[in-house]
């Protein structure tokens, strides 16, 4: 391989670097010419491994690797065995990495204790990563944001001393103890050690209030000694919320270690806007192009593949994340994907790739349970449409090597003015890149020179095209296709191109030949010419049509393969020791191996479907999911089996009926035992929320509650001449107080349903104002229930999360009367379902929720129901759907009712807290239940905790389960630790 001098100092200076930081010597080997698609990651194969940058793109072992990566949030799907199944598909639709945050929250339920185990299993959340063939960077914090509560905090850090995020000395042991437990996890799994295939950890998150102040840039220096200290040594960066150079190398201490510390951005564009030029073509300076950073590569730590819809729905109109999906769509997904990449962006991360659900009480307030995100695969892990662009753009950027190194080259004149136009080159192999985008309504047809010929290419309206000329396909060389590539493969004897377009589009793609070659149209409609030393080919894309050409001087044939869009997101490539297999038809290619003549192959499908397969010379057979397959060979070069595979067994799903009820909230019975809960009697408090004069702390976390609900019994004599009590109280969007005078209850007060601006607004504290008549002097009780919706976010660093939760303070009208107050949240944590899944009501704290739980006493009850009462009533059902072992059904539980009604539930299935259903707020009705949590065969507890306001009656409505889709294939499910109750 012969490097041209550019390309070569571009690597010396990556090299010296990475020696500044490891030692070794020849850590770096040159960067490979782009001759073949770019390595996937080895895996943990024991090996060591490098891991450096340069200004255009990372370099691991010595070659360009373009990271296209896909967030995933393992606390956001309490399945460890469905971590398989979603980043098989993120690899299988061509993503190369997988982003993870790490919730400080979800592993700490008290200072000193971190737990890995169950569904919080990192280790083999990396594992499994390493096992798909999937790069990972790892994102812990301390601070994620991420739409959980407290933006990932701990609840007990809500109530300690010290600025958050800060160089607070306190706050920074809490931090130390976290990367600590953390980090001896993470350690096991750096690429660079070959026991796992983390790339990149992140510092922190969107850290943009301290940035110019000592405390902030001495934070980051600790962050960055301490994870060095831990012993990870693959690149560190931060993600600065927007391009606004923020935390770029040389802006804090990095310990002299240079060339170790990336400047990372995220971005989250309106899809109404045209997408911004966040590199190449942005308007400079720190804000702008690729100047904020020169000497490292374009990297997007975050896009937005999606939005997150707040409680009412209120982003969308209250239609929930459908919308957010239709508004991101594919056509969103090309145009903004395609300019970052036109931008020089070479790490890129989709967030979300899978949202998944914040169950529990892991939703910060501003989010409801679910996390769907309307990213690509859904909350159920369906893949979507909108997958399509991602899936052509991730295999383009995996086997067309030429993108991961590119300069801006001169403009061009498309003669549409509608269409924005970027021209790219490698300045190495003179390809040339261009994406044309379109941000107009209607089609427009924009004139490209393309290796020395205008052509005209349509580019629909608000869509995107990339074309390229001079690219490699093996053998050949691509000199202009108006259809984009996706992706090249040497299978067998031949080299085979995927190149998509819309559906019916006309394309035309010529490649350079010394000779004329010999051209068969295997399949589909194609027209070609040869002239000029060039072979032209011209195809209506269509399913999937054939071309092979061969001759001509060129020892190895060429398989040229057209496929419109929904055909092209049923081509997969999968890497083997031996080489690459290309397999078309099925829904999902999960793996394939190659043993012997036989290639075998795993995966989905939904609807019967053909199966097809390139493989390398010599195999002979195909086993799909453990069924030898009858195959005959084609004129294509590859294996066809001559029976569709069967698609998916039909799934029926019971009624959920023979529920029990019963009603709680003995708390505000004047005569309720409350001796064993904790006095409310201190003074001083953390909170960032103002103390209330004279008054103890009622705050919830000062008592070391820190989840969901809490209730308060306050006890104070006489007072006879009281006409009001006023209780303040803070929440988060969605959070209610409900009260009774010695049992007679006074009302419910509800924080208001937020619009577009108040739902960021973080602090939702209200005064509820009820009329009492206490009548005789004596003792009396107040009995409050307080819904807490979680701590806010720490957003812009100024220990937001630390507002209180929970009773501010009480003050009657009419008399003064010294309260002397209990408090009681959550009981103890449960140890296999965290610190998040419980909060304080008194079926939570008595297991209600619990499978097996003995509700023989209950009274039986039929759904729907029409009561009214203030106050908790739980009902209780056991099912027993029968899904087939071989489906992958993805169930989920639908609430509806009569939208006035004002009750909301807590969904409990086999104990697992599932979310929140608001019935007179919404947008959510369909709680999606996980296989592994959900026992797919057997026998399931369904609990619901109904909190019911008492000013309309209240449900349950319709409770039934719902499937979400099917699939024949899947994962093995191994069931998630249920404990039930014990006496
Ligand atoms: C980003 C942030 C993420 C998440 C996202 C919105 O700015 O880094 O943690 O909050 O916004 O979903």
Not at 293 to 321: I, Q
Not at 431 to 455: K, Q
Not at 799 to 826: C, M, N, Y
């Amino acid at each position: 391989m012969v490097l041209s001098r550019r390309t070569f100092s571009a690597i010396a200076g990556t090299a010296a670097l990475g020696l500044s930081l490891t030692g070794r010597t020849g850590a770096y080997a040159a960067v490979t010419a782009p001759a073949g698609p770019a390595p996937g990651p080895a895996g943990a194969d024991g090996k060591a491994h490098t891991v450096g940058f340069d200004r255009y793109s990372m370099i691991v072992d010595g070659g360009r690797v373009v990271l296209w990566s896909g967030e995933v949030h393992p606390f956001r799907l309490p399945s460890p065995s469905l971590w398989r199944d979603v980043l098989q598909k993120l690899r299988a639709h061509g993503y190369n990495t997988v982003s993870v945050y790490v919730s400080w929250n979800y592993h700490s339920p008290a200072p000193g204790s971190y737990d890995f185990t169950g569904v919080r299993d990192l280790d083999l959340f990396l594992r499994t990563a390493a096992e798909t063939g999937l790069y990972v960077i790892l994102r812990p914090g301390p601070y994620i944001n991420a739409e959980v509560d407290a933006g990932g905090f701990p609840g007990w850090l809500t109530a300690t001393r010290g600025t958050a995020r800060t160089a607070d000395p306190t706050y920074l042991s809490y931090v130390d103890e976290w990367l600590t437990a953390v980090n001896r996890i993470a350690v096991r799994h750096l690429y660079t050690r070959g026991t796992g295939t983390i790339v990149l950890y992140q510092l922190e998150n969107e850290y943009a209030n301290h940035v110019t102040e000592a405390t902030g840039r001495a934070y980051m220096a600790h962050l960055y000694r301490k994870v060095r200290a831990d012993g990870v040594d693959v690149p560190l960066f931060h993600n600065d919320k927007g391009r606004n150079g923020h935390w770029v190398p040389g802006s804090f201490d990095t310990s002299g270690e240079r060339g170790r510390w990336l400047y990372g951005f995220d971005g989250y564009p309106s899809p109404s806007e045209p997408p911004p030029d966040w590199g190449y073509f942005g308007i400079g300076g720190p804000k702008g192009g690729s100047t904020a950073s020169p000497e490292t590569p374009g990297f997007l730590a975050e896009f937005g593949g999606g939005w997150f819809d707040p409680w009412g729905g209120v982003e969308f109109g209250g239609k929930g994340y459908a919308e957010s999906r239709r508004t991101r769509d594919a056509a969103y997904e090309r145009r903004f994907y395609l300019t970052n990449l036109a931008n020089g962006i070479k790490a890129h991360n989709v967030y979300m790739a899978f949202g998944g659900t914040s169950w529990g009480w892991l939703p910060a307030p501003v989010v409801y349970t679910s996390y769907d995100y309307g990213a690509g695969l859904d909350e159920g892990r369906r893949p979507t449409a909108k997958l399509v662009p991602l899936h052509q753009i991730g295999y383009l950027l995996q086997s067309v090597p030429e993108l991961a190194k590119l300069d801006r080259a001169e403009d061009i004149d498309t003669g549409a003015p509608g269409i924005k136009a970027y021209h790219l080159t490698n300045p190495d192999t003179g390809a040339h890149v261009h994406v044309l985008r379109n941000d107009t309504s209607a089609e427009a047809v924009a004139t490209v020179p393309l290796a020395g010929t205008a052509v005209p290419v349509p580019v629909p309206g608000r869509d995107a095209r990339l074309l390229t000329t001079g690219i490699s396909l093996g053998r050949r060389t691509l000199r202009y296709s108006t259809a984009q590539p996706m992706l090249r493969l040497t299978t067998g004897r031949q080299d085979v191109a995927v190149l998509t377009g819309r559906s019916q589009e006309a394309t035309r793609t010529v490649l350079t030949c010394a000779g004329e070659p010999a051209v068969t149209v295997l399949e589909g409609n194609a027209g070609y010419a040869y002239e000029d030393g060039a072979l032209r080919v011209d195809v209506p894309l269509g399913g999937l049509t054939r071309v092979s050409v061969t001759g001509a001087g060129v020892s190895r044939p060429l398989l040229l393969l057209f496929a419109d869009d929904e055909t092209s997101a049923r081509l997969w490539r999968h890497t083997t020791p031996s080489g690459p297999v290309l397999v078309y038809g099925p829904a999902l290619l999960r793996t394939a191996a190659l043993r012997g003549t036989t290639a075998y192959l795993t995966g989905d499908t939904v609807d019967e479907a053909d199966l097809e397969v390139w493989a390398p010379r010599g195999v002979a057979e195909v086993v799909w999911n453990g069924n030898p397959l009858r195959t005959r060979a084609t004129a294509s070069g590859s294996l066809r089996a001559t029976r569709r595979l069967p698609g998916a067994a039909p799934v029926r799903l019971p009624g959920l009926t023979e529920w029990r009820q019963k009603a709680e909230n003995p708390e505000s019975a004047p005569g309720f035992d409350d001796s064993a809960w904790r006095k409310a009697d201190r003074t001083s408090s953390f909170s960032t929320t103002p103390l209330p004069d004279g008054q103890p702390v009622l705050f919830a976390d000062d008592y070391g509650f820190h989840y969901g609900d809490v209730w308060y019994r306050g006890r104070f004599e006489g007072a006879a001449d009281a006409t009001s009590v006023s209780l303040a109280y803070v929440t988060g969007t969605q959070g209610l107080l409900m009260a009774w005078l010695d049992g007679r209850p006074l009302g419910t007060h509800r924080m208001p349903v937020p619009d577009r601006k108040t739902v960021r607004q973080g602090t939702w504290s209200a005064t509820a104002t009820f009329p009492v008549t206490v009548g005789a002097s004596g003792a009396h009780v107040l009995s409050v229930l307080v819904r807490r919706m979680q701590h806010d976010e720490d957003l812009r660093a100024n220990d937001t999360h630390k507002a209180g939760r929970g009773l501010a303070s009480v003050a009657f009208d009419g008399a003064t009367p010294a309260v002397r107050w209990r408090i009681q949240g959550e009981a103890a944590p449960d140890p296999v379902r965290g610190p998040l899944n419980n909060g304080g009501l008194y079926g939570e704290r008595n297991g209600w929720h619990l499978p097996g739980f003995a509700d023989d006493g209950w009274q039986p009850a039929g759904l729907p129901r029409s009561d009214r009462v203030q106050g908790v009533v739980w009902y209780r059902t056991v099912f027993r759907p029968a899904v087939d072992p071989g489906t992958d059904a993805s169930i989920g539980l639908t609430l509806t009712d009569d939208p006035a009604r004002a009750y909301r539930v807590q969904i409990f299935l086999n104990g697992w807290n599932m979310g929140q259903y608001i019935n007179d707020v919404g947008p959510q009705h369909t709680f999606v239940l996980p296989n592994g949590v959900l026992d797919t065969r057997g026998a399931n507890t369904l609990a619901l905790a109904v909190l019911a306001d008492g000013t309309t009656p209240s449900g349950p409505g319709r409770v039934e389960l719902t499937l979400l889709g099917r699939a024949a294939g899947g994962v093995p499910v191994t069931r998630v630790h249920s404990p039930g109750w014990e006496r």
